[in-house]
């Protein structure tokens, strides 16, 4: 049997053993929910997240409820075994609606509080800021200028979050849809969408579980924007859509799907001859420099040039930080001299305190910065 190791219970990303891929969480995973891995339930379950919301994160927070086994109503709550789909640790923190600035500013400020408290991060937006002919995020009336800058006032604060806290994880979700559809929503939606595709992000698309009806079609209005389906939302018409019990379980399905999904895509145990023992770094954990030392190197013939290193310092998410490539220098050495180590000297005080892999060719080194 082969034998496996983890390294302490420090997140070891997928994207260090294959493509960085953004996982999308969209109406196609709610019915994934019935596959999900029984084993892996409870890494999920351990998980530590924040979520910001208001009233339609309320409905999902009662949707988990139900899927935990904790409710009494609706009868389908009954059909959950109790704390099966245990979700005590995900703190779904209730705040109100101060816009789209507000709310992003709201997120920053509150993860920055409560840094230590979680691994995962994440907030929504509410139906009300994707409303067209409003300030934000679109203008009144709608202005190109006005949209894009507020789209990247929301990316940049996340950005920023992400490269200040490389070992944390950050949830993107798009924007909740109503019943008549809106052109700021449509806009704003494909941004974030095609933003977390393109950069390998989490994305929960709340959007596109909403706007598929039971049968799998997408529903769209006369101008070709998404509404949500009538059928999962609580009003009956409208520029509004609060889930009812019936969407409000499906995404929890669909929230149970990507937590599983994050569990298994960063708690990975590796082959041990993945990790050896041939390439040195020193000191670790650093501060300011580490020396890699390359003892294969000193029980070869003499190279007669110089040889060149592809190096890789991955974060914990799969984020690659840095890509090096330093040349170790040609020393001719004599026969007694072959053991000797022969080290190459890099500057990582530019990295945040935290956890990061270090990928060379055929091996990966963790290293931890203080």
């Known amino acids: 049997m082969r034998k496996l190791i983890y390294l302490f219970v420090i997140f070891i990303p ?60 609706p009868k389908e709550c009954t059909e959950f075994e109790p704390y099966h789909f245990d979700r005590r640790n995900w703190d779904f923190q209730g705040r ?44 009144k009336p709608f202005n190109e200028t006005t949209t894009e800058s507020n789209w990247n006032y929301l990316k940049n604060a996340y950005e920023t979050l992400e490269a200040k806290y490389p070992n944390k994880i950050f949830i993107w979700w798009t924007i909740p849809l109503t019943q008549s559809g809106q052109y700021c929503t449509e806009q704003m939606n494909t941004r974030i969408r095609n933003y977390c595709r393109e950069n ?6 709340i959007a596109d579980i909403e ?26 018409t409208g520029p509004s859509c609060h889930p009812n019990w019936k969407c409000s379980i499906m995404l929890a399905k669909a929230f149970w799907y990507m937590l599983v999904n994050i569990s298994e895509a960063n708690l990975i145990s590796v ?7 041939e390439i040195i770094i020193s000191p670790n954990p650093a501060s300011d420099f580490i020396e890699i030392s390359f003892p294969s190197i000193n029980r070869r013939i003499n190279p007669t040039v110089n040889e060149s290193f592809d190096i890789k310092i991955y974060n914990t998410l799969g984020v690659c930080i840095s890509h090096l490539t330093p040349t170790l220098s040609y020393t001719p ?20 305190a935290g956890v990061y892999f ?10 931890v910065k203080y």
């Not at 230590?116 to 800021?129: A, G, H, R, T, W």
């Not at 390998?200 to 698309?205: C, N, Q, R, T, V």
């Not at 082959?271 to 023992?277: H, L």
């Not at 050495?333 to 000297?345: A, D, N």
């Open 96 to 139: 109100g609606n101060s816009g789209w600035k507000g709310k992003v500013n709201d997120f920053v400020d509150t993860t920055e509080d409560q840094i230590d408290q979680f691994d995962i991060f994440s907030f929504k937006f509410c139906y009300l800021e994707g409303l067209d002919e409003i300030a934000e995020p679109c203008g």
């Open 14 to 73: 997928q994207f260090l053993f294959g493509q960085n891929e953004a996982l999308i969480i969209d109406h196609t995973k709610v019915q994934e929910f019935i596959n999900l891995n029984e084993e892996s339930l409870p890494s999920a379950a351990e998980l530590r997240l924040m979520f910001r919301h208001a009233s339609v994160g309320n409905t999902i927070n009662n949707g988990l409820d139900c899927v935990q086994g904790t409710r009494s109503n």
């Open 271 to 277: 082959e041990e001859n993945m990790i050896t023992n």
């Open 333 to 352: 050495l004599t026969p007694l001299e072959r053991g000797k180590e022969r080290e190459i000297r890099i500057d990582v005080s530019f990295l945040p």
């Open 358 to 367: 270090l990928a060379f060719s055929d091996e990966i080194k963790m290293l």
């Open 211 to 236: 706007a598929y009806d039971t049968l799998g079609n997408h529903t769209i209005n006369g101008q070709g924007w998404e509404i949500a389906f009538n059928g999962y939302c609580g009003e009956k």
């Open 200 to 205: 390998g992000k989490i994305l929960f698309d």
